[in-house]
């Protein structure tokens, strides 16, 4: 929330030069670091998982194995959304 209030502050200037408060500067610099300490951690533990659960090669959108996922769940809503309606004329 602290990042979105610092986001709309520096978009309300006028112009796309950087801010000339320094105490603004000074909050803009931290929230990068932040920033990029968070996708460290991230990437962390995205490293983790995949070595934990022996993932070597990443799905694609165009992967045989995303497709099958994604059928899987497209299958899996409708099956989902037909047992309520079921459900709801049952009543």
């Keep these: 929330m602290i990042h979105r209030k610092l986001f709309e502050r520096v978009t309300r200037q006028q112009s796309n030069d950087p801010p000339h408060d320094p105490v603004l500067q000074k909050q803009l610099s931290k929230a990068k670091v932040n920033a990029l300490d968070q996708l460290e951690t991230l990437r962390a533990a995205l490293d983790s998982f995949e ?31 037909l047992d309520k309606l079921e459900g709801l004329v049952v009543q």
Excluded: D, F, G, N
Excluded at 74 to 79: C, N
């Design 51 to 81: 070595s934990l659960h022996s993932i070597e090669v990443c799905w694609t959108p165009q992967s045989l194995e995303w497709k099958h996922a994604e059928r899987y769940v497209t299958v899996h809503e409708y099956q989902q959304a």
